[in-house]
């Protein structure tokens, strides 16, 4: 099986050959759901990643694709994530995975890491395939979904705080405060993930969030503000296909000092009528959260998000 080196970026040609694949898979694996559309793959495929260096392959006959984030960002010099490694389903079984994957060891070897990672459903071929390379669940986890109302309700109050929804890039003004309220973050469940947290600043959150925008995506921020303007919650909200039904919720963090106060809840209530009302075709919210997360799971479960699917982070030391 002849595999060979995408340039980064790859050409529109190699863009469209890698979303076929996906689709097929993804049509194969997940019965219902749409392959990714073209402005998300196209995103993730010519526009650099901010915290590190992509790597990409492709099997000659156009069967699989494999992707590779080699980080880049001091704290996880030492390992690397899989990001993508899919094949036809009418050409699985017949060598391609595994020559996609020779060379993706080869090139971690090569960069000198020591483990990778990846999310996967579980129960799927692909848990298989990666099990039989020697990659454990260090992370059990699931994708939940919630159906966006055609009419939210109004949005619950916060006593004490402001509601505030910036689309794009969050206000030079509230940007350090909101990287600080990502540090909280650091108690969510990780598991035995090698990759570690790094310190958020205004520079590395204004990164994140421009990395969706020039990828073609869309980016909503809900926050809970104190009366002194700190950022006591927030929650954010990604449309990777502006034109698309699904988004993905990012991160939600309540700081450790306003919790018990209904914020989490809050956030996310306002943060469904501000998506519902820029994005008229919204129909469904995905998020996935770590099966040991009691609290957040408990929170999205009132709140009407349903379990689709067990997945987890699979891991590899080399």
Known sequence: MKIHSLAVPPSDAE????????AA?????LPGRTGP????????LQVAPARGRAALWAAGDGTGVAGLLLFTDGANDHTAFLDVLAVRPDARRRGAGTALWARVREELLTRGRTSVSAVLDTGGPGEAFARSLGFE????????AQEVPERPGEPETAPGYALHCWPGLSPDGHAASLAAAHGAMEDAPSGDMDEKVVSWTADRLHAAQRLVLDRGGRFLTVAALTPAGEVAAYTELVLADPEGT????????????????????AVKLRMLAEARLRHPGLRHVDTTVADENTPMRALNEALGYRRERGAAVFQLSL
């Open 15 to 22: 863009v469209d050959a890698w979303r076929a694949v996906l």
């Open 246 to 265: 699904r988004a993905l919720q990012y991160d939600t963090v309540v700081v450790p000092a306003h919790r018990g106060r209904g914020l989490g809840r």
């Open 37 to 44: 559309a073209r402005v998300e793959v196209a995103g993730r």
């Open 137 to 144: 669940n260090v992370l059990p986890m699931a994708w939940y």
């Open 25 to 29: 898979a993804r049509a194969a694996d």
